[in-house]
């Protein structure tokens, strides 16, 4: 006798999900992308230290433009580090404004030393075997 009318339920129930399925795909895709960005992070400390340690090449020029994002390769530095030693490292610490006045916060660090171990004969001075 008293049938509750479900017509239309659907169409409720699918308004009051899909702000949560943007806010999940937005989420999904945000993450994707800093975790891309930090992978390119690592590779381009990586790479830049090995192409320091070589000797007198073009390599860490190449080495630098093997970093997609322009505002990540002009922060790595690598350079001798100490006796037979190369160090490379990055720190990135970045706030943008993006809509609704939300701030996008960026925080990144990486470091590596290489020893030279190829390039001159035997190992470093006070390394004991």
Do not use: C, H
Not at 85 to 104: K, N
Not at 115 to 123: A, D, E, M, V
Request: no cysteine; hydrophobic share 50%.
């Amino acid at each position: 006798m008293f049938r509750v009318k479900e017509k239309g339920q659907a169409m409720a129930e699918f308004a009051l999900m899909i702000p949560v399925l943007i806010l999940l795909l937005f989420g999904m895709t945000f993450a994707a992308f800093y975790a891309f960005r930090s992978a390119s992070v690592d590779w381009g400390v990586f790479i830049e230290g090995v192409a320091s340690g070589s000797y007198n090449t073009p390599a860490t020029g190449i080495a630098s433009e093997s970093v997609l994002w322009p505002d990540l390769s002009n922060r790595i530095n690598a350079g001798p580090g100490g006796l037979r030693q190369v160090r490379s490292l990055i720190s990135v610490e970045d706030s943008r404004d993006w809509v609704f006045g939300i701030r996008l916060l960026e925080a990144q660090r990486a470091e590596t030393f290489f020893r030279l171990w190829r390039f001159y004969p035997g190992p470093p001075s006070g390394v004991i075997e």
